[in-house]
């Protein structure tokens, strides 16, 4: 199973809820960097934001949304 691909079923649920929160992880340390470094490289962070979003698949909303499908897709009871 690969960590960081999308579920089959949810729009922006992932596969593994720790590839979920790296990804996560690696979207808010990408947001802070940027953040803080947009005045001394300002090339570089309007990169890092973009490599933020594209970690999130989308917004931060999406992401929030992605992990609800998540969690709701591993807690989900199965038939039988």
Known sequence: MNLFSKAATGFFASQSLAGHLLRGAAA?????????HQQA???MALLA??????AMRG???????GLVETLGQKFKRRPG
């Open 28 to 36: 808010f340390t990408l947001l802070y960097w940027a953040i803080a």
């Open 41 to 43: 490289q300002p090339l």
């Open 49 to 54: 934001g973009a490599g933020a979003l594209v």
């Open 59 to 65: 917004c931060p909303v999406c992401w929030t949304i």
